[in-house]
């Protein structure tokens, strides 16, 4: 549901995990005949122990599935000598190179950051075209500019927190505990967390649309604006408090078996839960208020043009969170680095180019301000700008 912020240090922190377990059963097998090999952890796989004369197999770790799929295994033999080398090698046996790990995180944080870079240009123009624009100016926009504003809080917190931690090649900060590190991570959780709560004013605003046709007043606003930026504040101070306190570890980014971690992510699995019910009634009142026998003439344009932007923009944002909001974190890595950051990360392009540069108003208002701006420029008047001014978008 949530991908850790740096999933490089969730393969070694599983690597670690899994060696702590193998040290375990070393000590617990201490008491035991030492006839033949003892066990022992070679740094990827725990082996037991053996007789002499025996061959031992086992399968490739299952964190090195994160880079290829594979159901590979690797042997040894144990002789009179000790514990042979096993065969086939590691990476023959597990298709897995000593440089794929490095690469392949490299790769997956070029990809994101391109998104990230693209969604936040094409963002940061939408916004300005809301806000430049006087006749473009309602409630449904102003919802509008705060999700834009969200998704580029989120890209921009993913390069501060790149920055803090990548800057040097001399800093590994899979162990790196300041306090820039762990601002950047709580910055980070709250700029998520924002993003999903504007998501669900989102989805209940297009509900309260089609459920009743009164105006939305600036109470109306103000408590959309206190859910989608103030409720992350409160949840993001107590989890800040509960680590400070019981679990103030590295850069606070390493959530595994952590109770603390459902201070933040309990409330997005609830909203992403919310954001799909919405969703679903969404197209069930669609499908009632397209009813060729019960629209009316005045109002189907409208309900027409309202399942368009709902239809194309809701699963984008609901389809695969559902997918991933109740399984535990660490399931299929490999499939959520690609799902959550890397088309992730274009998520805010998509949406930018659905509510704002795809959106018939918005397109109209630049072309009369296009217009205009000829005619100041050049004399020139064209029919459509005089024709334009008894035209409202809304």
């Known amino acids: 549901m949530l991908m850790p912020l740096h999933p490089e240090c969730e393969f070694i922190y599983q690597l ?3 060696e702590h377990r193998c ?11 030492h006839e033949g090999c003892r066990p022992f952890w070679d740094a990827v796989v725990c082996w037991p122990h053996a007789g002499i ?23 040894r033999n144990c002789t009179a000598g000790g514990w042979s080398r096993p065969f086939p090698p590691y990476h023959i046996a597990c298709s897995v190179d000593d440089d794929i790990p490095e690469s392949y995180f490299a790769t997956v944080r070029l990809i994101y950051t391109v998104g990230y870079s693209l969604s936040l240009v094409v963002l940061a123009v939408a916004v ?24 580029i809080l989120k890209s921009t917190a993913v390069f501060i927190k790149d920055a803090t931690l990548f800057s040097s090649d001399d ?15 709580v910055f980070c959780h709250y700029c998520v967390m924002a993003n999903f709560f504007w998501l669900l004013v989102e989805a209940l605003y297009l509900n309260s649309l089609l459920l009743s046709s009164f105006s939305h007043s600036r109470r109306c606003l103000w408590g959309f604006s206190l859910l989608g930026w103030g409720v992350p504040v409160l949840f993001i101070t107590l989890w800040i408090g509960s680590r400070l306190y019981f679990e103030d570890t590295e850069c606070w980014d390493i959530n595994e078996n952590s109770p603390y971690w459902w201070i933040i992510k309990g409330p997005i699995v609830v909203s992403i839960a919310v954001n799909f019910m919405l969703f679903m009634n969404i197209v069930r009142i669609l499908i009632q208020k397209l009813n060729p026998r019960l629209i009316q003439f005045n109002n189907s ?6 399942t368009k932007s709902t239809l194309l923009l809701i699963p984008l944002f609901g389809t695969h969170y559902m997918f991933f909001n109740f399984l535990p974190d660490y399931f299929s890595i490999n499939l959520r680095l690609c799902f959550e950051l890397c088309l992730g990360s274009f998520q805010g392009l998509l949406v930018a180019i659905l509510y704002c540069f795809l959106n018939q108003e918005v397109q109209k208002e630049v072309h ?6 000829q005619e100041r420029s050049y ?16």
């Not at 299952?62 to 042997?75: I, K």
């Not at 800093?171 to 991570?185: E, P, R």
């Open 16 to 18: 670690e995990k899994e």
């Open 23 to 33: 040290l375990q059963f070393i000590v617990a097998q201490a008491n035991r005949s």
């Open 53 to 75: 004369g025996d061959t031992v197999h086992r399968g490739c770790p299952a964190v090195l599935s994160l880079f290829r799929n594979n159901t590979g295994a690797v042997s």
């Open 128 to 151: 300005l075209i809301l806000l430049l624009f006087r006749r473009l100016r309602c409630a449904r926009n102003f919802i509008h500019i705060q999700l834009f504003i969200a998704f």
């Open 171 to 185: 800093i590994n900060h899979c162990t790196l505990s300041t306090f820039a590190c762990k601002a950047s991570v």
């Open 301 to 306: 344009s409208q309900y027409r043009r309202l």
């Open 368 to 373: 009369m301000q296009w217009l205009r701006w």
């Open 379 to 394: 004399g020139v008047v064209s029919p459509a700008a005089k024709g334009s001014q008894m035209d409202t978008p809304f």
